[in-house]
Structures are given as C-alpha cells and as structure tokens.
C-alpha cells in the first residue's frame, strides 16, 4: 500500500528565512508520481508540481526548489527567501502507476503548516 | 479560462437527510476526482471519473456514490449522512491523459456540515 508521510506538522519561520518540507513515501511500484499542493487559507488546493519516478532531476522554480531522492523515498521542497504570502499549507502526495484501473488516485500527506511571520 | 467550481460552497444538513454536490471541471478536462478532507484523516480519495465512467475508488461506503455527464461535470451523492460526514468535499478536474496523471485543478471545495 502507498503511503506519504510529512513528519513535520507545523513550522513557523520568520519572512525571508529558507524553509525545507519534508516528504517521505512509500510504494511497492517502480513507476509512480509525486506531487506538491499548497492549500492557502481560502481553502483551494493549488497545484506546484508533478514528478515521475523516472526523473530525479532536481527543480527550481523562482524560490521554489524540490529534491527527488529515490534512495531515500524523499521528495522534499525548498522555499527560498520565504514570504508572508507563502503561509499556507503544504501537501505532498503520491500516485502510484496503477491503482484499480487508473492513475489518478493521489495518496496525501497529513500536511505542514507553513507560517511566514513578518 | 475559468476555474473549477463548485456548488454550493456551503451547505447544512441533518442527520439521515441525503446531499448532492455539483462541479464543473476546467473546460476540455475530461476526467473529474473527488476528495474528501477531514482534520482528523486529512484529504481522502473517494472516486474518479472519466468519460462518464468511474475509473477508481476510494475506501468508501456504498452511502457514497458519484456520476459524470457528457460535458464532464461530475456530481457526488451521499445518502443518509452520517455527522463524521461534515467535511470539505474538493473535485479536481484533468485531462485524463493516459501513461501518467496529468496536474489536477482543484476547486475551492463544499463545505458540508452534518448536525
């Protein structure tokens, strides 16, 4: 059974201070897809990225960055220079290739509590 | 382009009463999941449809169920509720492309209270 476990249930950081969140899954296939959601105060669940198992190459997008270590089931996200707007909660999620039939049965983490104070 | 929405956004029911959701996938999406997010089991995977088909499901009960029509909007059900029912109901819609799920949108969710 997949599962995805984010350790850290709330961090606080003070504005412009780098924030790593961590990611830990688990899965028995060897081809699957990991994801970062941001789920702002309104409540709406905004995509941030979509990586297969097949490509470990890190990311980086603006102050943005995410890093896939299959040897360690990691896949964990950096914000740079963080911002009051980067309050929020962070979900990471996993869909394995197959589960009944499609793919797009994403397994979530319980979540981190980002919170950029001024 | 517009969003995913979702109505209602609010919604307060009785215990035993049943509920309809409503969402209406980005246009040209094709495959339409929902989600239910709780404090306690956090965000859930209850089905997915595409083409008028349901491809997956969740660990739900049968109270839950869900339809898709021709133009992609999706509609969920839940019969005789239950108060652990109170819950943000989130739809996301994708292409549904195959070999890989493709990004999902999401809505801004029904928030569904049960008293």
């Known amino acids: 059974a997949q599962k995805v476990t984010q350790a850290q249930t709330e961090i606080s950081v003070v504005e412009k201070e780098d924030v790593t969140l961590d990611c830990v899954y688990e899965?028995?296939?060897?081809?699957?897809?990991l994801f970062w959601y941001k789920q702002p105060p309104s409540g709406e669940l905004v995509f941030l990225i979509r990586r297969n198992s097949f490509d470990e190459q890190n990311e980086i997008s603006g102050r943005y960055s995410w890093n896939f270590q299959k040897s360690t089931s990691s896949f964990n996200f950096t914000i740079t220079a963080s911002q009051v707007v980067d309050s929020a909660v962070y979900f990471c999620a996993l869909s394995e290739a197959w589960s009944g039939g499609s793919n797009y049965k994403l397994t979530f983490g319980k979540g981190t509590l980002l919170t950029v104070n001024p | 382009k517009a969003g995913v929405t979702q109505t209602p956004r609010y919604l307060i029911k009785t215990r035993g009463q049943q509920v309809t959701l409503s969402c209406s996938p980005i246009s040209g999406h094709r495959s339409v999941s929902w989600y239910q997010q709780t404090p306690g089991q956090g965000l859930q995977f209850l089905f997915e449809?595409?083409?008028?088909?349901?491809?997956n499901k969740g660990n739900f009960p049968g109270r839950f169920s869900g339809r898709q029509f021709s133009n992609s909007r999706s509609e969920m059900n839940v019969s005789t509720l239950e108060l652990g029912d109170s819950a943000l109901y989130l739809c996301a819609s994708s292409l549904g492309l195959a070999g890989g799920p493709d990004e999902q949108y999401f809505g801004p969710g029904t928030r569904l209270t049960v008293t």
């Open positions: 449809y595409f083409s008028e088909t349901q491809r």
């Open positions: 899965t028995r296939d060897t081809t699957y897809y």
